[in-house]
């Protein structure tokens, strides 16, 4: 009889289902119902700068795919691309709570404080 091994740790797996959950807040954050404006500024700078980030390495993944054999685009296509519009859509979906609490609680978009302040 074959011994059942059991699961090893998929790091890999648990970043991408973490990265496509629109709940998942980052450690820390709390809920946006709960904060103060301060909060709300520091936690929108954050996830401004994230999605900036994801944009810029999807664009970059794209621009790489040019170069790429119709099957090494089909691959990334259907593996790396899916991941990172996942995980941008996400930090895209926590900024928009962030900047509604922010409108909610000052009655600007932008807020009167810079966004640069620790929660």
């Known amino acids: 009889m074959r011994k059942v091994e059991p699961k090893k740790p998929r790091p890999d797996v648990d970043a991408a289902v ?57 691959e990334v296509e259907l593996t790396n691309v899916p991941v990172v519009v996942a995980q941008a859509e996400r930090f895209r979906q926590r900024l928009s709570y962030w900047e509604a609490r922010v409108v909610q609680l000052d009655g600007h978009p932008h807020g009167h404080l810079d966004g640069h302040l620790e929660p």
């Open 18 to 74: 973490r990265g496509g959950d629109w709940t998942q807040a980052m450690d820390g954050e709390g809920l946006p119902e709960n904060s103060t404006l301060e909060h709300a500024l520091y936690w929108r700078q954050i996830y401004t700068e994230i999605l900036a980030m994801e944009e810029k390495v999807l664009a970059r993944i794209r621009q790489l795919m040019t170069t790429q054999s119709a099957e090494g685009r089909r």
